[in-house]
């Protein structure tokens, strides 16, 4: 077992189910293949990296589903996001990870570059965080479970990164942050990254 592990949450990739905004204007199959699109980018990454991955589907997955390479699918639990990022991370640190970094499946400008330095400043700080350019995160990653950080947040808001760098300071955690990068979500965000379109 690595001291690192890796959570990557995903979506069941169904038609009608993933990425509603983008397929509001494209249609829904066109956005499921962006989704499947990015599913797979987001795989090839993390397989890049010495680490344990994890997979969190919001639903099982068939049997067809390809993952990557030496990855455990789990299934996430939870009423909110926060409390299925929160479960997710308690289950993987329980079987003994040292460092636990979580990410979607929805960043096209992530590389295995970002994620390799993460787990770096972890080694120096106690969590790590990358915002994205839309008040989320793309990833966010500590040595130990801290629970507030889960709680409290409206979730899919712009206000999800600067609630959550606040609970930072009140739990009085040394952060490091790491770029800004993009999710890709919406029509405008899918004009920006061609190499996503189908």
């Known amino acids: 077992m690595s001291r ?10 169904v038609a009608g189910k993933v990425k509603t905004r983008l397929a509001a204007e494209i249609g829904e199959h066109k956005a499921l293949e962006a989704y499947q699109t990015l599913l797979q980018y987001t795989f ?3 397989e890049q990296l010495e680490v344990d991955i994890f997979v969190y589907s919001n639903e099982p997955v068939p049997d067809s589903f390809h993952k990557p390479g030496k990855s455990t699918v789990r299934i996430q639990h939870g ?5 299925r990022m929160f479960n997710a991370f308690t289950e993987v640190f329980e079987t003994g990870y040292q460092s636990c970094i979580i990410i979607g499946s929805d960043c096209p400008e992530l590389t295995p570059e970002t994620i390799e330095t993460a787990f ?3 080694d120096v700080t106690d969590v790590v965080i990358g915002p994205a350019n839309d008040g989320g995160y793309y990833l966010l990653g500590m ?7 889960f709680h409290g947040k409206k979730w899919s808001t712009g206000t999800v990164l600067n609630d959550t760098i606040a ?7 040394d952060y490091s942050q790491l770029p800004v990068l993009s ?3 919406t029509f405008e965000d899918y004009k920006q990254f061609p190499d996503f379109w189908v």
């Open 143 to 149: 040595k130990t479970v801290h629970g507030k950080l």
């Open 79 to 83: 009423k909110t996001l926060g409390d």
């Open 120 to 122: 770096q400043l972890l």
């Open 4 to 13: 690192r592990a890796i959570i990557v949450f995903i979506k069941n990739p």
């Open 167 to 173: 609970d930072f300071r009140v739990l009085n955690l």
């Open 183 to 185: 999710d890709l979500d």
């Open 44 to 46: 090839e990454i993390v």
